[in-house]
């Protein structure tokens, strides 16, 4: 079990970076356009709240959003370990806070960062809304960012998984909960995204 949690470690904060800092998500078809991540606000106009209803499509498009902003946070943790409070992205406690936690300070202790070349690609190929405060995101992701240890490279290899993350609102905020990858490769993209 404890293997597991450590390789979704390794998917979640693995690596992140590349010298663009752009980070990709591809949304499911649902007419909605490509999601990239940046430091840029997202604002959408609503009705007033007593007659607004949410919608499978605004539930989906708050979970997609906030899964953006999950994972950007998770890139900046693998860019700067030294700085990285793992608590603002992930439920304090949980089995990935724990997991991120110990890769953290891994990585601080050895001077690895997410430095080099690379990128990281994911889509989101399914979102469940459990209940009003957690839900469950089914991903893709390929990560072949460069890990440095100074001048030194750390690791350059490509790695693929499908990931199920489990989220959890907490003060208005999802936050990671956990994250079960369900499929994995090395050096080789099972997203297709270069297809």
């Known amino acids: 079990m404890k293997r597991k949690w450590l390789i979704t470690a390794l998917w979640v904060l693995g690596a992140c970076g590349g010298t663009s800092g752009a980070v990709v998500g591809e949304l499911p078809s649902t007419g909605l356009n490509p999601l990239e991540t940046t430091s840029k606000v997202r604002s959408t106009t609503t009705m007033p709240a007593e007659k607004f209803e949410p919608t499978t499509l605004t539930i989906a498009a708050d979970l997609e959003s906030s899964f953006a902003q999950l994972m950007q946070a998770r890139i900046e943790c693998g860019r700067d370990p030294y ?113």
Request: aromatic share 8%; with cysteine.
């Open 83 to 195: 700085s990285c409070d793992v608590a603002t992205f992930t439920e304090v406690n949980s089995p990935i806070y724990q997991d991120l936690k110990q890769l953290i300070e891994t990585r601080r202790s050895a001077h690895i960062t997410a430095t080099g070349g690379g990128s990281i690609r994911y889509r989101i190929d399914k979102t469940q809304a459990l209940s009003d405060s957690s839900a469950l995101v089914d991903t893709c992701i390929t990560d072949d960012v460069v890990l440095v240890d100074g001048d030194i490279i750390f690791d350059d290899s490509m790695m693929s998984s499908l990931v199920t993350f489990t989220l959890v609102k907490v003060d208005d905020q999802w936050l990671w909960n956990k994250g079960t990858p369900t499929r994995w490769m090395t050096e080789e993209d099972l997203c297709n995204f270069d297809a």
